[in-house]
């Protein structure tokens, strides 16, 4: 009895110990570098491991708190912050993968990216660098960033799956045909019902899904009313009004053309409050407005206030954040690789091209 008791105490006792004292060593792992133009850095040389927290090494490192650090390094400042603040020992597991800093963006070289089973390291594009403690990771495909325009043009039996009819899901004016994609049908319906809780109300959605045909009825309509009027050059008026088939977004079931009861008239939406309480808010529900006003050179497309594209979270509030169109997305993409978001919710995404990733 007497022997099993003790055994019972030692047992405990060394729970205690394993959980009170860390296992891992007190510094930060020595694999974790930087280059910064041309000469590495040991973040080591920076930061420790001390009493269960992090702390500034020298004069060089400023603790700005627990778990966020800046760093000066040959006149360049930069931060460090280590996202699992619940677990800072998370740092030691960050790969040596071996990045650049340019233009106060980190470059993470990919070549030695391959070689370990632990990413991630990045910077976003006010200097701030974000340490996560996370395995490789495998980016979402989005399904909702695709860009149709003149240059990229859909094909013509080119269908979207899940389509779903807008009668009764949404609160708004909708004919029985409407359709959408179920997840922009959805967001819709809930965008809808926080703008009428803000008072905006009588929404009237004008077009929704247009399949291949639909769109070269529309084409055909406009093509044969403006060749009376212009007979010389109603192809190039036509053009400024409706996208050749294939060439429409509609075609896609990510995009509406939203209006309002009282406004007949598409140019006129711009003057509405739906319209501003959707420039201001639709970014929340993962709608963008695709052909902004300050944007036609970009997008090719004239101002359409009320043509709204389901991106999806978290491009749709990256885009209005930056005040990108969805080309100028794409062409900062290309060039920077990635970017590391942290959205309204506070959640953190790693952005590729059209993938992206929640981090946690
Ligand atoms: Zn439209």
Redesign the pocket.
Known sequence: MRRLFFKILLFYLLLFILIKIPVFANEVSKKFIVKVNNKIIDVNNYIVYKDGRFVAKNTSTKAISNNKFLINFDGINFYIELINDKEPFAILSVSNAICEIKHNQLIINKSSLNKTDYFYLNISLKNKIIIINSKKIILDNSQYMKIVNKNNPLASNFIPKDLVYLKGKINAEVTNSMRLKRNAAMQLGSMIKEANRNGVRDFVI??AYRSYNDQTNIYTSYLNRFKKIYPNDYRIITAKYVQKPGM???QTGL???ISSKSRNNYSSFEQTNHYKWLKQNSWKYGFII??PKDKTKITGISF?P????YVGEPFAELLYRNNWALEEFTNHISKEKFIVFKSYQGIYYLITDNKYKLLK
Do not use: T, V
């Open positions: 004008r077009s429409s977004e509609h995009a509406i053309d695709r052909y359409e009320w043509h709204l594209r």
